[in-house]
């Protein structure tokens, strides 16, 4: 069963930082990773897929990364901003069909 | 780009009543869709697959007689949340799945806004 772990759970950093996500998965065999964002009371938005065979993709001010052996992707975000607030998810897309296993997320906090 | 549809975005209900929700996809096909549940500072829970034409797969946990899922064309599925309590209040996130050629590559998803059930 695959489980997906998001670390940290929440972060909260001022202004112009850039910043890492990190979100591991237990079972190697993906299809593609995706991560979204998530604002309080909203549905998901997606930020950026990676297919099993890429290992980065790259949109604006964030960059994903995926190392399928060792079960880990990271997002990137370059000098943040207070509109960059928000829950980040990742979604782990199996092989079995179109299943996708979330992480609990990491809830972001940028202060002006 | 592809489009996914949800109705209504909130809703208030009595205990006891049935509420459906729907999951349209606008601009694409969707022989698959999603059903996810999510409960507040909690991450989505899937709740079952829905696949046009023929029964939805629930997964384990999941009451099928509680949560009826029909999926009777190629746009559209719904969820219906019968004898709804308020243990049944939460978050209803719907996806789908990009079909094969869309641009994006195999299993892609896409979702809704979501759905805020709240059952006094």
């Known amino acids: 069963k695959q489980e997906v772990t998001q670390i940290p759970a929440a972060l909260s950093v001022p202004e112009g930082e850039n910043l890492v996500l990190n979100c591991s998965f237990t079972d190697s065999a993906i299809y593609n990773l995706q991560w979204f964002r998530q604002d309080p009371g909203k549905g998901l938005t997606s930020l950026l897929l990676?297919?099993?065979?890429?290992r980065e993709q790259t949109s604006g001010r964030l960059n994903a990364s995926l190392d399928k052996s060792s079960g880990r992707s990271t997002l990137y975000i370059a000098a943040s901003q207070p509109g960059d607030s928000a829950t980040y998810l990742c979604?782990?897309?199996?092989?079995?069909?179109?299943?996708?296993?979330f992480g609990d997320g990491t809830t972001l906090t940028v202060k002006p | 780009g592809a489009v996914v549809s949800q109705h209504p975005s909130r809703v208030i209900c009595k205990s006891g009543t049935s509420v459906k929700i729907e999951c349209r996809s606008l601009?694409?096909?969707?022989?698959?869709m999603f059903w996810y549940r999510q409960f507040p500072k909690q991450s989505l829970m899937l709740m079952a697959t829905s696949n046009e034409g023929s029964k939805a797969t629930y997964e384990q946990g999941v009451e099928k007689d509680k949560f009826l899922i029909n999926h009777a064309s190629l746009t559209l599925s719904t969820l219906t949340v019968t004898s709804a309590h308020p243990e049944d209040s939460s978050f209803y996130i719907c996806?789908?799945?990009?079909?094969?050629?869309?641009?994006?590559?195999?299993?892609?998803?896409?979702f809704g806004a979501g759905s805020r059930l709240t059952v006094l």
């Open positions: 990676i297919q099993s065979s890429q």
């Open positions: 996806s789908a799945r990009l079909p094969l050629g869309s641009g994006s590559g195999a299993n892609v998803l896409t």
């Open positions: 601009d694409f096909q969707a022989t698959t």
């Open positions: 979604a782990v897309h199996n092989t079995n069909a179109g299943k996708s296993t």
